[in-house]
T-cell receptor, first 115, second 113 residues
Framework: DVKVTQSSRYLVKRTGEKVFLECVQD?????MFWYRQDPGLGLRLIYF???????EKGDIPEGYSVSREKKERFSLILESASTNQTSMYLC??????????????FGPGTRLTVL | GENVEQHPSTLSVQEGDSAVIKCTYS??????FPWYKQELGKGPQLIID?????GEKKDQRIAVTLNKTAKHFSLHITETQPEDSAVYFC????????????FGTGTRLQVFP
C-alpha cells in the first residue's frame, strides 16, 4: 500500500512565524505535490516537484517555498505565516510515467491555523 | 488557464437512489480525468478515472462517462449507501506534458438511510 504521511494533523502558529510542513512517501515516487484545500475552492496546487532538488510553481505559490533534498521527502515552507494561510494542506505523490498520468496518492492533511 | 467546474456543490439522496455529479473542463488537450472521494478527516482517495480514448468506464456501483466534444464528464453512483457520504472531487490533467491536475471545487454528497 502506498503511504503518504504528513508530520502533523493539526498545527497552530502565530503571524510572522516560519512554518515547516513535512511530507514523506514510501513508494519511491518521482512526483510530489503540495495543495491547499479551502471550502468552495477545492484543491489548489501550490508547488510540485518531479525529482530531487527540482521544483515548479503551481497556481498559488506566493508566500510559500518548498524543499526536496531527498526523493521521499517534500517540505512546504511558510517563510512568514499570515492569517490568510490558515487552511488544510495536502501532500500527494505519484509515479512518473512516460506519456501518461499516474494516480496521485494523498496524505491525511495538516490543518494549519495562523493566529 | 485551465479550469474545471463541478456541480452541484451539495447533493442529498435517499439510500438506494442514484447520484450524479457533473464536471466541465476548458482545455481540449486534457486527456485524463480522475475522481477522488474524501471522507471526513482523510485525504482524497482515487475511486475511478477515465482517459480520453474511452467514453465510459464502470467499477461496480460507480461509473464515469466522458463527452470530449462537449468537454464534460460525469460520475454516476447507483444504489447509494450511507458510506458513500463524502466530498467528491473531479479533476482534469492540465495538459499533455505535465502530471499536474486541475481540481473541481467538490461536491458534498449525503446519503440518508
Amino acid at each position: 500500500d502506498v503511504k503518504v504521511t504528513q508530520s502533523s494533523r493539526y498545527l497552530v502558529k502565530r503571524t510572522g512565524e516560519k512554518v515547516f510542513l513535512e511530507c514523506v512517501q514510501d513508494m519511491d515516487h518521482e512526483n510530489m505535490f503540495w495543495y491547499r484545500q479551502d471550502p468552495g475552492l477545492g484543491l489548489r496546487l501550490i508547488y510540485f516537484s518531479y525529482d530531487v532538488k527540482m521544483k515548479e510553481k503551481g497556481d498559488i505559490p506566493e508566500g510559500y517555498s518548498v524543499s526536496r533534498e531527498k526523493k521521499e521527502r517534500f517540505s512546504l515552507i511558510l517563510e512568514s505565516a499570515s492569517t490568510n494561510q490558515t487552511s488544510m494542506y495536502l501532500c500527494a505523490s505519484s509515479l512518473w510515467s512516460v506519456g501518461s498520468t499516474d494516480t496521485q496518492y494523498f496524505g491525511p492533511g495538516t490543518r494549519l491555523t495562523v493566529l | 488557464g485551465e479550469n474545471v467546474e463541478q456541480h452541484p456543490s451539495t447533493l442529498s439522496v435517499q439510500e438506494g437512489d442514484s447520484a450524479v455529479i457533473k464536471c466541465t473542463y476548458s482545455d481540449s488537450a486534457s486527456n485524463y480525468f480522475p475522481w477522488y472521494k474524501q471522507e471526513l478527516g482523510k485525504g482524497p482517495q482515487l475511486i475511478i478515472d477515465i482517459r480520453s480514448n474511452v467514453g465510459e468506464k464502470k467499477d461496480q456501483r460507480i461509473a464515469v462517462t466522458l463527452n470530449k466534444t462537449a468537454k464534460h464528464f460525469s460520475l454516476h453512483i447507483t444504489e447509494t449507501q450511507p458510506e458513500d457520504s463524502a466530498v467528491y472531487f473531479c479533476a482534469a490533467r492540465a495538459s499533455q506534458n505535465t502530471d499536474k491536475l486541475i481540481f473541481g471545487t467538490g461536491t458534498r454528497l449525503q446519503v440518508f438511510p
